[in-house]
């Protein structure tokens, strides 16, 4: 990945901007420009000055690894037993700074605190949030290389558990077997934590597995994804155990359905509440629209949800290069619940499917 070129587009936005300094502290933001995989508990800083000077803050134990396998030469350490990590920023705060780029939704207000502190008088913190995410909206050719094999992991392994849907196995066992399947068929590890839902823990929803025992009867959604070379995947599938009745079946083609207008929609050009609408309108047309109650997708990137999203009022153009997932959903109390996840590829003439696990109920 070229990281170098990263923090100089992040560099000259910064410019147009007339910020003197920049702290990132979003481990997504942080592992695009800098390339070095930590784990996801670990804090880590990055400063990127005007001139696109980057100074990368880590713990001390994680120091020389940073040194060896970081492309950044200036790599300092905090110690792991102080309280405040953020003292280690005082150096860069040195000389005249009037403007500070910072995430503010990954900051606490202790942190801003501190930093306003020691920053002293008369410097303005500007959120960034925005211009980190112009740059990770277009994935370049070997990102979306890693994002196919992310995909890939994800399919196989989705068709892999579908084989063990059957009365009498708890959904957190398939949810934990799921995780180690995705190592073993050699992603990092999952891009969220897996959750599988059944019955009615999948239309309340309930975005977590349980100790709940599959029953015959029920619908199962099963919602997934991998991280190869740190980029993400997600898949979302149905299944029935066992027999279910044609009403769970309409459910599941109704949101089928959707899901198949809005990838039809997915094409440069369009924006994004329209891919939105397509889905809707298939579920309000069988009068169940309140029974779809979120967005139609979201971006896929380093982070597992990111720009940009497809929602209704949202009016982003798609273009070459977007990697979104398009996944209605219908959650009907006392039936059960359906969704089909895929993640799909803007293409310069439409779009390509990048997941392709099978899509039958059973």
């Given at each position: 990945?070229?990281?170098?070129?990263r923090?100089?587009?992040?560099a000259?936005?910064?410019?147009?901007?007339d910020l003197?300094?920049?702290?990132?502290?979003?481990?997504?933001?942080?592992?695009?420009?800098?390339?070095?995989?930590?784990?996801?508990?670990?804090?880590?800083?990055l400063?990127?000055?005007?001139?696109?000077?980057?100074?990368?803050?880590?713990?001390?134990?994680?120091?020389?690894?940073?040194?060896?396998?970081?492309?950044?030469?200036q790599?300092?350490?905090?110690?792991?037993?102080?309280?405040?990590?953020?003292?280690?920023?005082?150096?860069l705060?040195?000389?005249?700074?009037?403007?500070?780029?910072?995430?503010?939704?990954?900051?606490?207000?202790?942190?801003m605190?501190y930093?306003?502190?020691?920053?002293?008088?008369?410097?303005?913190?500007?959120?960034?949030?925005?211009?980190t995410?112009?740059?990770?909206?277009?994935?370049s050719?070997?990102?979306?290389?890693?994002?196919?094999?992310?995909?890939?992991?994800?399919?196989?392994?989705?068709?892999?558990?579908?084989?063990?849907?059957?009365?009498?196995?708890?959904?957190?066992?398939?949810?934990?077997?799921?995780?180690?399947?995705?190592?073993?068929?050699?992603?990092?590890g999952p891009?969220?934590?897996p959750?599988?839902?059944?019955?009615?823990?999948?239309?309340?929803?309930?975005?977590?597995?349980?100790?709940?025992?599959?029953?015959?009867?029920?619908?199962?959604?099963?919602?997934?994804?991998?991280?190869?070379?740190?980029?993400?995947?997600?898949?979302?599938?149905?299944?029935?155990?066992?027999e279910?009745?044609?009403?769970?079946?309409?459910?599941?083609?109704?949101?089928?359905?959707?899901?198949?207008?809005?990838?039809?929609?997915?094409?440069?050009?369009?924006?994004?509440?329209?891919?939105?609408?397509?889905?809707?309108?298939?579920?309000?047309?069988?009068g169940?629209?309140?029974?779809?109650?979120?967005?139609?997708?979201?971006?896929?990137?380093?982070?597992?949800?990111?720009?940009?999203?497809?929602?209704k009022?949202?009016?982003?153009?798609?273009?070459?290069?977007?990697?979104?997932?398009?996944?209605?959903?219908?959650?009907?109390?006392?039936?059960?619940?359906?969704?089909?996840?895929?993640?799909?590829?803007v293409?310069t003439?439409?779009?390509?499917?990048?997941?392709?696990?099978?899509?039958?109920?059973?």
């Amino acid at each position: 990945m070229d990281c170098t070129g990263r923090v100089d587009a992040f560099a000259a936005k910064m410019g147009k901007y007339d910020l003197d300094l920049a702290l990132l502290f979003d481990r997504d933001d942080i592992r695009y420009f800098t390339g070095f995989r930590l784990n996801r508990v670990v804090s880590s800083i990055l400063a990127v000055s005007r001139d696109g000077d980057p100074t990368y803050i880590v713990a001390q134990l994680d120091l020389k690894r940073a040194k060896r396998d970081c492309w950044i030469e200036q790599v300092i350490p905090f110690p792991e037993d102080t309280p405040n990590y953020l003292a280690a920023l005082t150096p860069l705060f040195r000389g005249t700074l009037r403007r500070i780029g910072v995430e503010k939704d990954t900051l606490t207000l202790a942190q801003m605190e501190y930093m306003m502190e020691i920053a002293g008088v008369g410097v303005e913190f500007v959120d960034v949030r925005a211009l980190t995410a112009q740059l990770r909206i277009i994935k370049s050719e070997e990102e979306i290389a890693c994002i196919r094999r992310a995909a890939d992991v994800a399919s196989r392994v989705m068709n892999k558990v579908r084989q063990e849907i059957r009365p009498g196995v708890r959904e957190g066992e398939l949810a934990s077997w799921t995780s180690y399947l995705m190592v073993k068929e050699g992603a990092e590890g999952p891009s969220f934590e897996p959750f599988m839902m059944s019955g009615e823990n999948a239309w309340l929803p309930q975005r977590v597995a349980s100790q709940k025992v599959l029953q015959e009867g029920e619908l199962v959604l099963l919602d997934m994804g991998a991280v190869c070379d740190g980029y993400c995947s997600d898949i979302t599938r149905t299944f029935a155990v066992g027999e279910i009745s044609q009403e769970q079946k309409r459910v599941f083609q109704i949101a089928w359905k959707a899901q198949q207008a809005a990838i039809g929609a997915v094409r440069p050009g369009v924006h994004a509440f329209e891919v939105d609408a397509a889905a809707r309108e298939i579920v309000e047309a069988e009068g169940l629209g309140v029974y779809f109650p979120h967005l139609t997708g979201h971006g896929v990137g380093v982070s597992v949800h990111e720009a940009p999203i497809l929602d209704k009022g949202v009016d982003t153009v798609l273009q070459p290069g977007m990697v979104v997932t398009v996944e209605p959903g219908v959650y009907l109390p006392g039936v059960g619940a359906a969704r089909v996840e895929d993640m799909v590829l803007v293409t310069t003439s439409g779009c390509e499917l990048l997941t392709n696990a099978t899509r039958d109920l059973v």
